[in-house]
């Protein structure tokens, strides 16, 4: 399984940012998808995940209500849309890709590549 995050840039608090992530390798569907991040001197953390079906989702109280996962299952490529960005919020975003729902990173088969996030205050 191949995962390629894209997405990342530089923003002013209070933007937006749109992160991509198209996998390659499996059968996408059947897969559940995370976002996590890691800041500079900080431990990786989760951000949220997304059923391999779509329904479900769950979100780190850090982003609650600001960030919004989802996914293409035709497109094999899941989505985390970012709004009202605190500087906060930067770090390197990376997806990953499970069979089991949840937010433990040792849940996580497959990892991207990640993308560098930087809000400016």
């Known amino acids: 399984v191949q995962l390629q995050a894209s997405g990342g840039g530089l923003v002013q608090a209070g933007g937006s940012l749109r992160l991509s992530c198209a996998a390659s390798g499996r059968t996408f569907s059947r897969d559940n998808m995370g976002w996590f991040r890691q800041a500079p001197g900080k431990e990786r953390e989760f951000v949220a995940v997304?059923?391999?079906?779509?329904?479900?989702?769950y979100y780190a109280d850090s982003v609650k209500g600001r960030f919004a996962i989802s996914r293409d299952n035709a497109k094999n490529t899941v989505y985390l849309q970012m709004n009202s960005l605190k500087p906060e919020d930067t770090a390197v975003y990376y997806c990953?890709?499970?069979?089991?729902?949840?937010?433990?990173?040792?849940?996580?088969?497959?990892w991207g590549q990640g993308t560098l996030v930087t809000v400016s205050s």
């Open positions: 990953a890709s499970a069979q089991v729902f949840g937010v433990s990173s040792h849940l996580y088969e497959y």
């Open positions: 997304i059923s391999g079906s779509g329904p479900r989702n």
